[in-house]
């Protein structure tokens, strides 16, 4: 008989969760971490969550760190252009030549694309989409006196 425990481990530790954490922060996904075989799987950490203070909190800026990893990656991916082109042999004795390998290009892009998606929903401040509003147009309002704009508000609020 052995003494190993049989299944994962469920029993939470600091050092587990930070390690857990830490492979979050680098960009990996929870599913990818938890796969190695001396951390929990994904249904105990989710359990966690709701059991373990602090928790929590540790994993939602770990999430959040991530977002500045994968736009690191953004960037390692943009860079790489090692398969960007591939050797095609023209005809069955033809010459081989040099082709745009556009599979791969547009890969590329998914990664990418699927990066920025998930940074701009971790860290929206940062990554996220800017909005504006700008207004344009005059509301015939500059060129009045105190007075007629007095006048002005209270039409107004009689009208509601």
């Given at each position: 008989?052995?003494?190993?425990?049989?299944?994962?481990?469920?029993?939470?530790?600091?050092?587990?969760?930070?390690?857990?954490?830490a492979?979050?922060?680098?960009?990996?996904?929870?599913?990818?971490?938890?796969?190695a075989?001396?951390?929990?799987c994904?249904?105990?950490?989710?359990?966690?969550?709701?059991?373990?203070?602090?928790?929590?909190?540790?994993?939602?800026?770990?999430?959040?760190?991530?977002?500045?990893?994968l736009?690191?990656?953004?960037?390692?991916?943009?860079?790489?252009?090692t398969?960007?082109?591939?050797?095609?042999?023209l005809?069955?004795?033809g010459?081989?030549?040099?082709?745009?390998?556009?599979?791969?290009?547009?890969?590329?892009?998914?990664?990418?694309?699927?990066?920025?998606?998930?940074?701009?929903?971790?860290?929206?401040?940062?990554?996220?989409?800017?909005?504006?509003?700008?207004?344009?147009?005059?509301?015939?309002?500059?060129?009045?006196?105190?007075?007629?704009?007095?006048?002005?508000?209270?039409?107004?609020?009689?009208?509601?």
């Amino acid at each position: 008989m052995t003494d190993k425990p049989n299944g994962r481990p469920s029993t939470y530790t600091q050092d587990i969760a930070d390690e857990i954490c830490a492979g979050l922060a680098e960009g990996k996904s929870l599913r990818t971490v938890c796969s190695a075989n001396h951390l929990p799987c994904v249904k105990t950490v989710f359990n966690w969550f709701r059991t373990k203070d602090g928790f929590l909190q540790q994993y939602t800026r770990a999430k959040e760190e991530s977002a500045d990893a994968l736009t690191d990656e953004m960037l390692d991916i943009a860079d790489d252009g090692t398969n960007d082109w591939a050797t095609q042999q023209l005809g069955e004795d033809g010459p081989e030549v040099e082709v745009l390998n556009k599979e791969h290009i547009q890969r590329s892009k998914l990664r990418i694309e699927t990066r920025k998606w998930l940074a701009s929903k971790l860290k929206p401040k940062r990554y996220g989409d800017k909005t504006t509003t700008e207004h344009t147009g005059n509301l015939g309002l500059t060129d009045m006196s105190e007075d007629a704009l007095d006048a002005k508000l209270a039409e107004l609020l009689k009208s509601q």
